[in-house]
């Protein structure tokens, strides 16, 4: 069975302050490592698919990695706006529900000004 | 990026009544759907995976005869509640596969309250 852990469950950061978040996950074959955030109320929204070990996508500040069984969300030079949470989630390579998700728990992120 | 968008964005029903939720595709074909689950302070938990012209498939612990899933076309999934309970009360979202093994988007969530 897939699994994924996020770590830390909470982070807190200062404007300015970098730092990442880890995505721990067990799948038998991965099809893709998802990053979303989601707004409180809100649906998640896309951030970033990663495919295979050694990749890497960025976007503004947030730049993602993929090794064969972690990825890490880096956050640089953070802005209060960041403040949401982030999950992530695999999808694994088998099974009759292609394309389905396995989500972890999350990591709630503030930024303080 | 893709959009999915949901209605209706909230639902106050009353206990023993069924409720419709739709997703729907925006701008793109999607021949798989998924529904999904999310309570307060909790990560999301997929309900079933909805394909067009067949059936859906549901997962372990949840009732194919309480949550009825139609998807009639390659734009339109719709996620029926039948008779509802208090403790159906949640956060419902669904997500849409842009075709192959691409991305997933979500839609924006259906905040139902079963009083």
């Not at chain 1, 721990?24 to 929204?45: A, C, H, I, M, N």
């Not at chain 2, 990026?1 to 023993?16: L, M, N």
Request: proline share 5%.
């Amino acid at each position: 069975e897939d699994q994924v852990t996020q770590s830390p469950e909470a982070l807190r950061l200062q404007e300015g302050e970098s730092s990442s978040l880890n995505c721990s996950y067990t799948v038998s074959g991965l099809r893709g490592l998802f990053w979303y955030r989601q707004d409180p109320g809100k649906g998640p929204e896309f951030l970033f698919t990663l495919y295979s070990a050694g990749e890497e996508k960025e976007k503004e500040r947030l730049k993602a990695t993929l090794t064969k069984k972690e990825s890490f969300l880096h956050i640089t030079a953070p802005k209060p706006e960041d403040s949401a949470t982030y999950l992530c989630a695999v999808r694994d390579a088998g099974g009759t529900s292609y394309g389905k998700l396995t989500f972890g728990q999350g990591t709630i992120l503030t930024v303080h000004p | 990026g893709a959009v999915v968008s949901q209605h209706p964005s909230w639902v106050i029903c009353k206990s023993g009544t069924s409720v419709k939720i739709e997703c729907r595709s925006l701008d793109f074909q999607a021949t798989t759907m998924f529904w999904y689950r999310q309570f307060p302070k909790q990560s999301l938990m997929l309900m079933a995976t909805s394909n067009e012209g067949s059936k859906a498939t549901y997962e372990q612990g949840v009732e194919k005869d309480k949550f009825l899933i139609n998807h009639a076309s390659l734009t339109l999934s719709t996620l029926t509640v039948t008779s509802a309970h208090p403790e159906d009360s949640s956060f419902y979202i669904c997500s849409a596969v842009a075709g192959g093994p691409g991305e997933q988007y979500f839609g924006p969530g259906t905040r139902l309250t079963v009083t």
